[in-house]
């Protein structure tokens, strides 16, 4: 699986969280349902809102695919602000399914980015085994 990042612009340049990290820091919160409805990034551009990668027809089929293979059973993780850090592939699925909440986590305070300033394509994707 390829590594994964969470990404924000900022006045410092682009921000990125290591998300293998997002999903250590929130291992022990307790997941609640979240209506999708309070699920802002549903309504804006999201995968393909200004960053390195073009909404082709070959990307949005792929994130159709990453979206069939999504696992439901994980919660998202949500910012401190209620922003998706990780899972709109997870909240796309419950979408398709007609489902009105997705199970999530949040977290009370974000933690300082992994990358500050960087740009996108200069970040570590090696792939994981």
Same mark, same amino acid.
């Given at each position: 699986?390829?590594? !994964?990042?969470?990404?924000? !612009?900022? %006045?410092?340049?682009?921000?990125?969280?290591?998300?293998?990290?997002?999903?250590?820091?929130? %291992?022990?919160?307790? %997941?609640?349902? &979240?209506?999708?409805?309070?699920?802002?990034?549903?309504?804006?551009?999201?995968?393909? *809102?200004? *960053?390195?990668?073009?909404?082709?027809?070959?990307?949005?089929? #792929?994130?159709?695919?990453?979206?069939?293979?999504?696992?439901?059973?994980?919660?998202?993780?949500?910012?401190?602000?209620?922003?998706?850090?990780?899972?709109?592939?997870? &909240?796309?699925? %419950?979408?398709?399914?007609?489902?009105?909440?997705?199970?999530?986590? !949040?977290?009370?305070?974000?933690?300082?980015?992994?990358?500050? *300033?960087?740009? #996108?394509? /200069?970040?570590?994707? #090696? /792939?994981?085994?």
């Amino acid at each position: 699986m390829r590594k !994964q990042y969470h990404l924000r !612009q900022s %006045a410092t340049g682009l921000l990125a969280w290591d998300v293998d990290r997002l999903i250590a820091l929130t %291992a022990g919160l307790p %997941a609640r349902e &979240v209506p999708l409805a309070a699920i802002r990034e549903l309504d804006e551009p999201f995968w393909f *809102g200004g *960053g390195s990668e073009a909404a082709t027809c070959r990307a949005v089929a #792929e994130h159709a695919r990453l979206i069939a293979a999504a696992d439901l059973r994980y919660p998202i993780i949500l910012g401190a602000d209620g922003r998706v850090m990780d899972g709109m592939h997870r &909240v796309a699925k %419950a979408y398709l399914e007609g489902r009105s909440v997705i199970a999530a986590v !949040q977290l009370t305070v974000d933690p300082a980015p992994d990358f500050v *300033g960087v740009d #996108e394509a /200069a970040l570590p994707y #090696e /792939a994981i085994a």
